[in-house]
């Protein structure tokens, strides 16, 4: 995994990674213009999975882009080993005004990806091929789900007909399954059929408890002329999820009946339980906030932490809107490393064309980065502002969402046994003693277990002991602890007190310490035969026969 394009001080310089199984990572900030009408690739994550075949896998990737002219018009394609996963041909005209900030896209989804290689790509394209595309602020990640976490993804589109209220079209909702609070990632594709109606709108919520956590009043960015653009839609949410109730969150779509219907396609929603992760700090808002300044200032989340050499998620997540049709509010995600403001990872900007305040044309959208930190005090921040510093030109933010979240330090981390326990003990020669190993990995991968009769492991593919060993569990990467084998002792070869280590492998490959123990087989009772049992009780007998009674 290579890091691109990142800016000193806040990150190392780039370098070739050891790639991670649970997680990798690749952001680019350096912009790159598209003229061509064919697709051109922008960032690409390559990342290579060994043992987590089978289990599901979120990608997370979001780019901003901005048209240098109305007659540029942007395209955006995210590709999953070359399988197109979402696409966006906007031919829109509503980004004109706010070069050179943008617009970003941003997709959720998860794959269940085979062992092996695999990468992620971020594609553009200028579909008039007149002017150009300005691409920048780029991040994709991939990160192995746990169990806990509740994913739900729906790619066939359905549209909202007649009907005029907000529905789940095609179940597009989650229950979660574990307790806590959770991490809630959202993107869809979404269109409208018509301009100029806010009646079209897309929310996400939990319609359990109906707490609306991202609402988009958009119908402005249809257009009359171009009706059946797909446009992106995306969001962060936090939620506490209960032990009692059963909960489910959703995304709902509204239209303005038949022939100004909402539809919706390719849509994803992940819950991530934020106890899967070693740390975590969030700020959250759902008030409206005005800004009116014309540079990016006011902080409108906010966190501040000192952060160790770890590898962090920035998440960020508004809905944003202005006052007037001509002046476009914005928002960026701003990192302070030690009181100096490091870098902007991007900065969204979007009209409200009809310029009504008392019910403003929200455009909601989030951005992701994944990247490795150094040591030192940290302010991570959403901050906004307009193009006019005029009260009644305001820009407006509501309902927004900040959360920076540990996945894990810089490199392998090598697991670890925590303990190890044998039984029975003592054991008789010829019978199983089993070791049970307690484990931890920081790095949340699956290890292979050794009991040896030395204090020495060899790593690799297949771990061994170069002293002998007592059992193993080898042949696949066990993921819950502990991991177990057992070994038959041998009469009278074992006899007495018997030394061990236990081991624990991944596959980077990197083995943990040993932790010693020991057991003790004995010598096993001697059966006693039936004859000699009859013959004891014969002379029983006859010394009764010899008692004489007085």
Request: proline content about 4%.
């Amino acid at each position: 995994m290579v890091l691109i394009g990142i800016l000193l001080p806040l990150f190392p310089a780039p370098v070739e990674a050891v790639v991670r199984l649970n997680s990798d990572h690749v952001i680019k900030t350096t912009s790159t213009g598209f003229t061509s009408t064919t697709y051109t690739n922008y960032s690409t994550l390559n990342l290579t999975i060994s043992n987590i075949a089978g289990q599901k896998t979120m990608v997370y990737a979001s780019v901003s882009v901005s048209p240098s002219s109305t007659s540029a018009k942007p395209k955006v394609r995210f590709q999953v080993d070359g399988v197109t996963v979402s696409e966006y041909d906007t031919g829109f005209t509503f980004l004109d005004a706010l070069t050179p900030t943008g617009q970003t896209y941003t997709l959720v989804s998860y794959q269940d990806l085979a062992a092996g290689s695999h990468s992620i790509t971020i594609d553009i394209a200028n579909s008039t091929g007149l002017g150009s595309i300005t691409a920048l602020n780029s991040s994709i990640i991939a990160m192995q789900l746990s169990d806990n976490s509740f994913k739900n993804t729906i790619t066939s589109e359905t549209c909202t007909g007649a009907n005029t209220d907000y529905q789940k079209l095609n179940g597009m909702d989650v229950s979660p399954i574990a307790t806590g609070t959770h991490l809630f990632l959202w993107s869809a594709e979404v269109k409208h059929e018509d301009e100029g109606d806010t009646n079209n709108s897309v929310r996400f919520r939990n319609t359990t408890n109906n707490v609306t956590y991202t609402e988009t009043l958009s119908g402005d960015l249809a257009t009359t002329t171009n009706n059946n653009v797909y446009y992106s839609m995306s969001g962060v949410a936090l939620d506490d999820v209960t032990v009692d109730v059963t909960e489910n969150y959703g995304i709902e779509v509204r239209g303005n009946g038949t022939s100004d219907e909402t539809c919706i396609r390719n849509s994803t929603i992940v819950a991530i339980p934020l106890s899967d992760f070693p740390a975590s700090w969030t700020d959250t808002q759902s008030t409206n906030t005005f800004h009116r300044t014309t540079t990016f200032s006011d902080s409108l989340l906010s966190i501040t932490q000192t952060l160790t050499a770890d590898t962090y998620l920035f998440f960020a997540g508004v809905e944003i809107s202005n006052e007037t049709s001509i002046v476009p509010g914005g928002w960026r995600l701003n990192v302070n490393v030690a009181g100096v403001d490091a870098h902007n990872f991007v900065a969204n900007q979007t009209e409200d064309r009809d310029g009504d305040l008392a019910s403003p044309e929200f455009f909601g959208n989030s951005f992701l980065v994944a990247t490795t930190t150094r040591a030192a005090s940290y302010i991570v921040r959403v901050q906004g502002r307009s193009q006019n510093t005029s009260s009644l030109q305001e820009g407006m933010i509501r309902r927004g969402t900040l959360a920076v979240i540990k996945i894990k330090g810089p490199g392998n981390a090598d697991p670890v046994v925590d303990s190890v326990e044998d039984s029975p003990d003592n054991v008789n020669a010829g019978a199983n003693v089993q070791f049970d190993t307690y484990w931890t990995d920081e790095d949340q991968e699956g290890v292979k277990m050794l009991i040896c009769k030395t204090n020495a492991i060899t790593a690799g593919a297949s771990p061994s002991c170069p002293g002998g060993n007592w059992c193993t569990n080898v042949d696949d990467y066990e993921t819950g602890s502990p991991v177990s084998c057992q070994y038959t002792t041998v009469n009278p070869t074992d006899i007495g007190t018997k030394n061990y280590w236990a081991f624990v492998c991944d596959d980077e490959p990197a083995c943990s310490t040993g932790v010693a123990g020991s057991f003790v087989v004995v010598t096993p009772p001697t059966p006693i035969s039936i004859l000699k049992l009859f013959g004891q009780a014969k002379a029983f007998l006859q010394g009764l026969s010899k008692i004489k009674l007085f």
